[in-house]
């Protein structure tokens, strides 16, 4: 079982930044694939990046440019650094991890953290 705590959330005006943080139980953090979701009012869950145990990353279309994602596995926490916020980037923010344990996949996800940016 690997449990997921969110945080770094909270209101920022258009153009501001902020960084959320992800902090993941286990001793094979290294070797989860990471990622962090969105989900707007009445819009479906989203991917908005991903990071992979070997470090490959992938971003949304809408956050290239803006997002980074990043981990740290000496401290079992994913990150994903958020500039240039706009107003469309308000939602709940969901970390996810994905492990492979004796040829079983698992998935597993955080609270979520609210993200609201004012225009």
């Known amino acids: 079982q690997v449990q997921l705590v969110e945080s770094g959330g909270g209101l920022v005006q258009a153009g501001g930044s902020l960084r959320l943080s992800c902090a993941a139980s286990?001793?094979?953090?290294?070797?989860?694939?990471m990622g962090w979701y969105r989900q707007a009012p009445g819009k479906q869950r989203e991917l908005v990046a991903a990071?992979?145990?070997?470090?490959?990353?992938n971003y949304a279309d809408s956050v290239k440019g803006r997002f980074t994602i990043s981990r740290d596995n000496a401290k079992n926490t994913v990150y994903l650094q958020m500039n240039s916020l706009k107003p469309e980037d308000t939602a709940v923010y969901y970390c996810?991890?994905?492990?492979?344990?004796?040829?079983?996949?698992?998935?597993?996800w955080g609270q979520g953290t609210q993200v609201t940016v004012s225009s």
């Open positions: 996810n991890a994905k492990t492979v344990v004796i040829g079983v996949r698992n998935i597993y």
């Open positions: 990071i992979t145990g070997g470090g490959i990353t």
């Open positions: 286990g001793s094979r953090f290294s070797r989860y694939d």
